[in-house]
């Protein structure tokens, strides 16, 4: 269908005001389901240690992001009620509420069920009593030449006032008293971080290393006589705050801002559950939180630790290996004849990023037939191939522009680095716009084929061009030929790299100009068809469903009888089943052993389906505030492929979560008798068949 950039819903129905779920539970909700593959026990041992890990360093993101950035603008009146109808105080106060009963869930499964499965496997986490006298030696050794020399220890007292204790950092809290006066201190020392956070006493046996610390704490405070002592941890606001109408370079904008980061307010202090009153006071006082700020814990603190133990080479007790399949193009034929004879869609990690994508990038760096590379960078790896080859095609001569995304939150720094390495190489490196994230994955490779004609090879992907996340994380890549694709690619960069004001494309929806605008004419499309009497469906899947008005418009489709299918990862602000608003709407969730992160979206369109991957989830800052772009997929086997995919999630026989209208989540499980499909699994084993069938 054709789209109008500046098509505006339909008149508005009358919707009920409670008919959205509030974002920051949501969020709570879907760090729950990853928690609840911790707990799985059918799961491999150290599987489930990485996930404890992945649920601790999660929920600090979220701390530092989403709670700091709502206390902010509550601090700054900026606050307003949510869409969920909740006050800016409710939402922060039921976020403590989920938050703190998740902690304490997260650190008994680790206490009661992991921790003692993993010491069944000869692999122990110890605390520093229960370590054998030669291990504690060990240690002494270690602790004398390797910690001891790094430590800081900083007492408080008139002449010393309290420490900064920086965002993340893992800290003990000393009571310290003078035998000869009789006075007591406290006094602060910094778990080193550069340190691992659990230190191997004797082979497979570790004990946190604050542990090791405490043990050694007379060495640090000679003469006095050391009290107490508590692991204590703060999380501070570390959100990052540009202004776009800044005189000076961005780049130079983003470093000075890095260094402020450190000093955001604090909004999360975690203690163990031993801590006494009077540190606790003392702290609480210094750091200036109240007591939901506060999280008890049974100790050990700072879970995310646990990736390296999840590291250890026991690839019994991990999800068996796996190799990506590289029949997705050939391997003895030039990559662009392939991609020129067809459309080629790759699914990463089942289908190869190397043999694909980063293929693409090497092999148009070293082809004497390439003359130019154009690229948007989001996110990469420290050695990435991808960089490298962009270098060597600029150092070759060849024209190479990089839109690089510096605020890619946690990455400004890689980002800054590779801008500069890039420029000094001689690309192109252009910062995007002022006030919009560059957020599509985009590749632009122009090549003059043996005929002298121009040809313009594209790569439109839903996933970040980084070699190591392109192995966990679960995304769809579109390389093609097509003129129209190329002719709207080309003018999209245009876009970027200049003043064009491109608002319409022949397969592409871009935001922040057509993108939701495009969804909506699309829902509103099977909306008339089902009223016509045609075949009508929307299928979605996504990382998160927040935008009100998409949300709106499905909430319209639902209420006309069409059918709604939604595959999201992480947040979902719509309610599925409610009676007269979403009676048709299904929720799914699939978490597993790689992290979804495509985004496809696919209305019947009247039995000839159309169907749109891409790098948008449907959230306000992706619509309006980030370039991203959809691509339709036109081949008729492709489009089957990953309808296909979609109704598989949707099954009622696969392994997934269910999301309730009042917000609560179900993990499916397989009736008796019943062996459930889990989609990851699946798509491993038809990728290794169509290898060897190959």
């Known amino acids: 269908m054709t789209v109008n950039p500046g098509h505006l819903p339909r008149a508005a129905e009358a919707l009920p005001d409670d008919r959205f779920l509030d974002r920051e539970e949501s969020w709570l909700r879907f760090n729950q389901r990853v928690l609840e593959l911790a707990e799985d026990p059918t799961l491999p041992l150290l599987e489930r240690v990485r996930f404890l890990s992945i649920f601790a360093s999660n929920l600090d993101e979220f701390f530092m992001v989403r709670v700091a950035g709502l206390a902010r603008r509550m ?76 430590l800081t220890p900083l007492v408080v007292d008139s002449a010393h006032p309290f420490p900064y204790i920086s965002g993340l950092s893992l800290n003990l809290a000393v009571i310290v008293r003078d035998p000869e006066t009789d006075a007591t201190m406290f006094a602060r020392v910094k778990v080193p971080p550069l340190l691992p956070r659990f230190i191997e006493a004797s082979p497979d046996r570790f004990t946190p290393l604050e542990d090791v610390i405490a043990a050694h704490l007379g060495q640090l405070f000679v003469g006095m006589e050391v009290v107490e002592h508590h692991a204590f941890r703060v999380t501070r606001n570390q959100d990052l705050e540009i202004d776009d109408d800044i005189s000076e370079g961005l780049l130079q904008a983003l470093e000075r801002e890095l260094l402020r980061r ?71 034929a030039s990559i662009f004849s392939a991609i020129r004879e067809r459309d080629v869609l790759v699914h990463h990690p089942y289908d190869s990023f190397t043999t694909t994508v980063q293929r693409l990038i090497e092999d148009a ?22 960089v490298d080859a962009l270098m060597a095609a600029a150092e070759a001569g060849k024209q190479v522009v990089v839109v690089v995304e510096l605020k890619a939150r946690f990455d400004e720094r890689a980002n800054i680095a590779w ?21 599509c994955k985009l590749a632009l490779i122009v090549r003059q084929d043996a005929e002298g004609q121009l040809r313009r090879y594209c790569h439109i992907g839903t996933g970040n061009y980084h070699p190591k996340t392109a192995r966990l994380y679960e995304d769809f890549g579109l390389l093609t030929a097509d003129p129209e694709v190329g002719e709207d690619v080309s003018a999209l960069f245009n876009h970027l790299t200049g003043y064009s004001r491109q608002s319409s494309y022949h397969r592409l929806l871009v935001a922040p100009n057509s993108l939701r605008s495009g969804l909506v004419q699309r829902i509103e499309h ?97 619509l309006d505030r980030r370039v991203e772009a959809l691509v339709t997929v036109t081949d008729r086997a492709q489009r089957d492929d990953l309808l296909a995919l979609l109704d598989r999630a949707m099954d009622e026989g696969t392994h997934s979560w269910a999301l309730d209208a009042d917000g609560t989540w179900t993990r499916l499980t397989p009736r008796p008798g019943e062996i459930m499909l889990d989609i990851q699994t699946h798509l491993v084993k038809s990728r290794r068949w169509r290898t060897v069938d190959g």
């Open 75 to 150: 601090a700054t009146g900026l606050a307003v009620q949510s869409a969920s109808g909740r006050q800016p105080r409710e939402v922060l106060q039921r976020t403590g509420e989920v938050a703190h009963e998740l902690m304490l869930r997260h650190a008994a499964v680790f206490r009661d069920e992991v921790q003692p499965a993993l010491g069944d496997e000869g692999i122990d986490i110890l605390r520093w009593d229960e370590l054998a006298e030669t291990e504690q030696e060990r240690l002494r050794r270690l602790f004398r030449d390797r910690i001891y020399p790094v």
């Open 419 to 439: 801008a500069r390495k890039l420029e000094t190489a001689g690309c192109h490196v252009v910062y995007g716009f002022v006030g919009l994230k560059t957020h």
């Open 526 to 622: 099977e909306i008339d068809n089902h009223r016509a009497g045609h075949p009508a469906r929307i299928r979605i899947k996504c990382n998160s469903l927040v935008d009100e008005v998409i949300i709106d418009a499905l909430y319209r489709a639902s209420r006309a009888g069409v059918p709604v299918d939604v595959w999201v990862r992480g947040i979902c602000a719509l309610r599925p089943g409610v009676p007269g608003l979403s009676e048709t709407v299904r929720v799914r969730s699939v978490l597993g052993r790689f992290l979804e992160h495509s985004r496809v979206f696919a209305f019947e369109n009247g039995g000839e389906p159309e169907v749109w991957i891409g790098s948008a989830d449907l959230m306000h800052r992706n």
């Open 365 to 386: 760096a070293t082809d004497p037939r390439v003359l130019a590379i154009k690229q948007t960078l989001y996110r990469t790896s420290g050695d990435s191939p991808i």
């Open 262 to 332: 450190r000093f955001g307010p604090v909004v999360r202090l975690e203690v163990e559950e031993s801590i006494s009153a009077g540190v606790l006071e003392l702290l609480t006082s210094e750091l200036a939180v109240d007591e939901g700020q506060i999280y008890r814990v049974v100790g050990p603190l700072d879970l995310g630790g646990l990736a390296a133990i999840a590291d250890l080479d026991r690839p019994e007790l991990k999800y068996p290996p796996f190799v990506p399949s590289k029949e997705a193009l050939p391997e003895d």
